[in-house]
Nanobody, 125 residues
Framework: QVQLVESGGGSVQAGGSLRLSCAAS????????MGWFRQAPGKQREGVAV???????SIAHSVNGRFTISKDNAKNTLYLQMNSLIPEDTAMYYC???????????????????WGRGTQVTVSS
């Protein structure tokens, strides 16, 4: 069974850091594009960062320089290191995987096929 399980969310003050993890099972996700997306209340889901099978990344402008995406193929785990958090980063964060594309990964949520249930990140000022 295909499964993506996020963890690591929580509440932090502005300027703080969090590290999200996404454990993948039931599919060879690491061969394909994977990424992190977020959705704040009343807003559309947006791409945060994606990574291809070769490690090439694409980062959203709003988090560039503060967030880093990485993966551990041996552990089938995707990470999102979030530093210098600001209140605007408050959202539900989702892990997602593409079942066909391994490079040229896109930040658009519509390109992903599998989704986790999300982990909440709340940043207070």
């Amino acid at each position: 069974q295909v499964q993506l399980v996020e963890s690591g969310g929580g509440s932090v003050q502005a300027g703080g850091s969090l590290r999200l993890s996404c454990a993948a099972s039931g599919y060879t996700y690491m061969r394909y594009c994977m990424g992190w997306f977020r959705q704040a209340p009343g807003k559309q889901r947006e791409g945060v960062a994606v990574v291809g099978s070769d490690g090439t990344t694409s980062i959203a402008h709003s988090v560039n320089g503060r967030f880093t995406i990485s993966k551990d193929n041996a552990k089938n785990t995707l990470y999102l290191q979030m530093n210098s958090l600001i209140p605007e980063d408050t959202a539900m964060y989702y892990c997602a995987a593409d079942k066909t594309r391994s490079s040229g990964c896109k930040l658009g949520p519509g390109f992903m096929d599998y989704w986790g249930r999300g982990t909440q990140v709340t940043v207070s000022s």
